[in-house]
């Protein structure tokens, strides 16, 4: 909880500052772009055996390149990643590579909504009776997204994003259809 009222402290200062300079610089979209952001996930893992698992938070971040089709259409290659190591010292992680096409409603304005497919991915370590046991699978990945680009200079831009994305990546080992899911709350700089 500490880390998540870190990232809205400073989400809030950015978009303060942003602001300010938001009237400032219009959009516009031509060429290639790259945004990279940091900010808050919850994670959760389901699988046949598992039962009702709980989400569980910690740092995640994403990394997008790509290029305007249009004013108002951006392709893209988006990299998302969450991970945790927990109190009993198991490492988790999970991750998605994904082609992602942007849609600005308004090409005046700096909102939009972004979907992709692509892999997922989800790996880790866990101590058991036996030793511990490392897994690292990929699957079918996907993402739903939106978020707001505030200009802060001709080519730079203060973007919060939020993302929801996941992965199926079928069976690990004995574990039948294990999925995950993240939500993210990301603050990001993007160059134009």
């Not at 950015?14 to 996930?41: D, E, K, M, N």
């Not at 009776?129 to 203060?158: A, E, W």
């Amino acid at each position: 909880m500490r880390l998540f009222g870190t990232v809205c402290l400073i989400a809030g200062s950015v978009t303060l500052v942003a602001a300010s300079a938001h009237a400032q610089y219009p959009q516009r979209h031509q060429g290639i772009y790259a945004t990279f952001g940091l900010g808050y996930g919850s994670a959760k893992v389901a699988c046949d055996q598992c039962g009702d698992t709980s989400r569980t938070g910690d740092l995640t971040g994403f990394f997008n390149v790509g290029g305007a089709l249009s004013q108002s259409i951006l392709l893209g290659a988006e990299v998302t990643g969450w991970s945790k190591v927990t109190d009993s010292n198991d490492n988790r992680s999970a991750a998605t590579v994904n082609a992602v096409v942007s849609w600005y409603p308004s090409t005046r304005e700096g909102f939009f909504i972004k979907g992709g497919l692509g892999f997922g991915f989800i790996r880790g370590d866990q101590d058991t009776d036996q030793g511990i046991k490392f897994f690292d699978k990929g699957g079918v990945g996907y993402q739903l997204g939106l978020g707001y680009d505030m200009r802060i200079q001709r080519n730079l831009s203060v973007t919060a994003v939020a993302n929801f994305y996941g992965g199926n990546v079928g069976d690990i080992g004995a574990i039948r259809n294990v999925s995950f899911n993240v939500i993210q709350f990301m603050a990001a700089v993007t160059f134009h």
